[in-house]
């Protein structure tokens, strides 16, 4: 065989133009499409792969999707509740970087978090030639018409016209969803934009019961199935020569359990394992299209979740306090070997799983233990598919793609800001310093130490603090070594007063830039934010 330099010229030519052609052809294809699937309230022990004994719940699918791709160890969200981990990764910023957003109603009539015109993952690659779709819970705020012309409310709203600010406002060229949770009105459906069906009943569900307007026919045990559809018909319509992202926002297993008929007893830890479990068939719904469309090795498939488990979710349908711990009893650590639950800044409320499946990258059964945030997806997003972002854009994102093709690489990541419903939480290496005691949370649900126990708790044993200053120091902050300490068992804030002042510092220089990313400072919505969030009233009063 002859070498190219050996060719004759006309021979050369032909054989380069072709090779040229064949490669601009083929350029679409080495971007991959990317599925990003993202369950609601999983906690990282409800997954058979990660919770290991701990958990009692069969999973086989995204357990073969880890066997089949990467697990991460060390992925976390950027704060145990839904909206904010939701708009940091959608947007690739720190979400108090927002502020509190547009006005709205009450639960799924929630206002815009940001505004139109954001740069999101949609605008990102949509603008790189990819065709953008979301499926199912979006709680990123909408702006609906009302018949009054003011912010939308439980009466208002008018449901024959369409929504002014949704999916479609922030880049997403197909959109099928929901406002909010499944607990939170409206109860309907909205395809870009439009409201489908009738709404006009009232209705509420299980757990909290909260009653509002409804599209007649609208069932809870009904939605996951619509949207393994809908998900599968956008998957179906795509062009294996032009790229595509899918986000898939499930609605489960946040309350209300509300698992469908075919899944119903299908656990033998009861409704709450059933609802996991057809979770966990959302993994195969999607495989399977892929498969059917000839689109498997090029997909690049995420498997997370928005943060832990809730406390108040089990197997009694109502909202419970505390129920949490009744799976425990049987055996079942939604948390896995982690203190805490959704709510909290504990790692149950924080850590999460987070699977990558791409044959034709990724070797198969790998595993990962370097840092990670869910606001990374954005920078990793734009390696995959050569995108170039602004300096003043996903000013809190840092690409893991080195990771997916070298899982024992070493990670960009080294440190990362966290929030409960509150306080702040900062990672730095192995350590972690959270900016208050207790858990963070109120206590209502069954996060404990309670909030307000907690701060009166340390204020008896040491005396009340009289200046901010007295908050950035032990015993008013928490500073664990996840390496020896994964439980957070032990503080040791008062005897590592260095490294306490040294990472509330990053997080206040991570404030003052508007980034934490490197580069030039940048504009901060939200600057003047304050690093002691949600101080009850009692300790504020003795505040200077």
Not at 102 to 125: I, K, Q, S, V, Y
């Amino acid at each position: 065989m002859r070498r190219i330099g050996q060719l004759t010229p006309i021979v050369l030519f032909v054989f380069c133009f072709a090779a040229v052609s064949n490669q601009a052809c083929a350029e679409p294809k080495s971007r991959p499409n990317v599925v990003f699937i993202l369950a609601d309230d999983l906690g990282i022990g409800d997954v058979k792969c990660y919770g290991g004994e701990r958990c009692r719940i069969d999973t086989p699918n995204i357990d073969a999707l880890a066997r089949g791709g990467l697990r991460f160890t060390d992925a976390h969200a950027n704060a145990s509740v839904c909206v904010p981990t939701r708009v940091a990764i959608m947007t690739g910023r720190y979400p108090w970087r927002f502020g509190k957003g547009h006005p709205g109603g009450a639960w799924g009539l929630l206002g815009p978090r940001f505004d139109p015109g954001t740069f999101t993952l949609a605008t990102m690659l949509r603008a790189a030639g990819y065709r953008t779709g979301y499926v199912g819970k979006w709680h990123l705020g909408t702006v609906m018409t009302t018949r009054d012309g003011k912010v939308q409310n439980e009466t208002n709203v008018d449901y024959t016209s369409p929504m002014k600010v949704g999916p479609p406002q922030y880049d997403f060229d197909e959109s099928f969803i929901l406002p909010g949770s499944l607990d939170m009105y409206p109860y309907a459906y909205v395809r870009n934009n439009v409201w489908q069906g009738e709404v006009t009943a009232q209705k509420g569900w299980s757990a909290f019961n909260r009653i509002g307007p409804a599209e007649k026919d609208f069932l809870d045990h009904e939605v996951l199935e619509t949207f393994y559809r809908e998900a599968e018909s956008f998957i179906e319509n795509q062009n294996s020569n032009h790229p595509f992202f899918l986000y898939l926002a499930l609605t489960a297993p946040h309350t209300p359990t509300s698992p469908g008929k075919a899944w119903q007893g299908k656990s033998d830890l009861g409704v709450y394992g059933d609802f996991v479990m057809e979770v966990d068939h959302a993994v195969k719904r999607v495989l399977d299209m892929l498969k059917q469309e000839s689109l498997y090795e090029n997909t690049l498939v995420l498997f997370s979740s928005d943060h832990g488990a809730a406390p108040y979710a089990g197997n009694i349908l109502e909202a419970t306090p505390g129920q949490i711990h009744s799976l425990e009893q049987k055996g079942h650590y939604p948390s896995g070997r982690h203190r805490g639950y959704k709510f909290s800044v504990y790692e149950g409320g924080l850590r999460v799983p987070l699977i990558a499946h791409w044959p034709a990258v990724i070797h198969p059964g790998g595993k990962c233990d370097a840092l990670v945030g869910l606001c990374d997806l954005m920078a990793t997003f734009a390696e995959l598919s050569d995108v170039q972002v602004r300096p003043d854009q996903a000013v809190d994102s840092i690409s893991f793609a080195n990771l997916l093709r070298n899982p024992n690489a070493i990670g960009a990541r080294v440190n990362l800001v966290m929030q409960s419903i509150g306080p702040f939480v900062v990672r730095d290496g192995n350590w972690k310093l959270c900016i208050c005691p207790g858990s963070g949370a109120t206590g209502k649900y069954g996060n404990q130490p309670a909030s307000e126990d907690a701060w009166r708790d340390v204020m008896d044993q040491f005396g009340k603090p009289v200046s901010w200053s007295d908050l950035e120091q032990a015993p008013f902050v928490q500073l664990f070594n996840l390496a020896d300490d994964p439980h957070e068992d032990h503080n040791l804030a008062a005897r590592h007063p260095d490294r306490v002042s040294r990472m509330i510092g990053l997080l206040r220089q991570h404030i003052r830039d508007g980034r934490s990313t490197p580069g030039d400072p940048v504009s901060e919505s939200n600057g003047a934010i304050n690093i002691h969030q949600r101080l009850p009233q009692f300790v504020r009063d003795h505040l200077n």
